[in-house]
């Protein structure tokens, strides 16, 4: 399966967003990650619909949302007629998430679901033939700039053999701390989409070095 590089915003300097959009997609990113976080979820709070907007008009790039919000059933067609190409919610907290991957998919947007750190693989077992993406997160949700928890490893080794057995067409997606250091043991067990908010953005040489790093690991 091709390879995929999620740039995640959340790093970004919305100062100038543009230019830093333009720059990942000059730097040959596949699609843009917009983590939005609703302050009870997570404790932090971040972005809605509107910044979906805005990046939509910014890039004709896939933009890949990751809602850590409760009650995500009832953002989904804001962030569908905003522009999101992906919407992966969380089970944890979520007694809809049936309804809501359903939700998904019938207003044409692509739905993912994404797993905390502490959250088994037996969640995600039953939701598989509802998504063409699981998000397996490898630092607890909330903040960009955590470190990776190698005790993940082994869930996404986990996670991929299930995809492989059920619909090897399911993209498994890694997300915190993904960096130059990390990238390969996540690509080694399984996963071939690789969220990044840090190591693009904060590259000390900037984000076409921070993106060309994590790419050349990629093989
Ligand atoms: C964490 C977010 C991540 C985060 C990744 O809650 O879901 O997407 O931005 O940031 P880095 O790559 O810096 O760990
Ligand atoms: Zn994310």
Request: include cysteine; hydrophobic fraction near 45%; proline fraction near 7%.
């Amino acid at each position: 399966m091709r390879k995929i590089i999620s740039a995640s915003i959340l790093s970004a300097d919305f100062a100038c967003l543009q230019e830093q959009i333009n720059a990942c997609e000059k730097a040959g990113v596949d699609w843009i990650h917009v983590d939005v976080m609703d302050g009870h979820f997570v404790p932090n709070l971040t972005m809605g619909p509107f910044i979906v907007a805005a990046c939509r008009r910014i890039t004709n790039l896939p933009l890949d949302c990751h809602l850590m919000v409760e009650k995500p059933e009832q953002l989904v067609e804001a962030f569908v007629k905003a522009g999101s190409s992906i919407l992966t919610i969380h089970p944890e907290n979520n007694p809809t998430v049936v309804d809501t991957l359903k939700k998904i998919r019938d207003f044409g947007c692509t739905p993912g679901v994404a797993i905390n750190p502490a959250t088994p693989v037996l969640i995600v077992e039953p939701l598989l033939p509802l998504v063409d993406q699981v998000l397996v997160m490898t630092v607890n949700p909330g903040y960009s700039g955590q470190k990776f928890m190698p005790s993940v490893i082994q869930k996404i080794a986990d996670v991929s053999s299930l995809i492989q057995k059920v619909n090897p067409a399911i993209r498994l997606e890694v997300d915190g701390g993904i960096n130059p250091q990390t990238i390969t043991s996540v690509l080694n067990a399984g996963a071939d989409t690789f969220v990044s908010a840090s190591a693009i953005f904060n590259d000390p040489v900037g984000i076409a070095v921070g993106v060309s790093k994590l790419r050349e690991r990629l093989g």
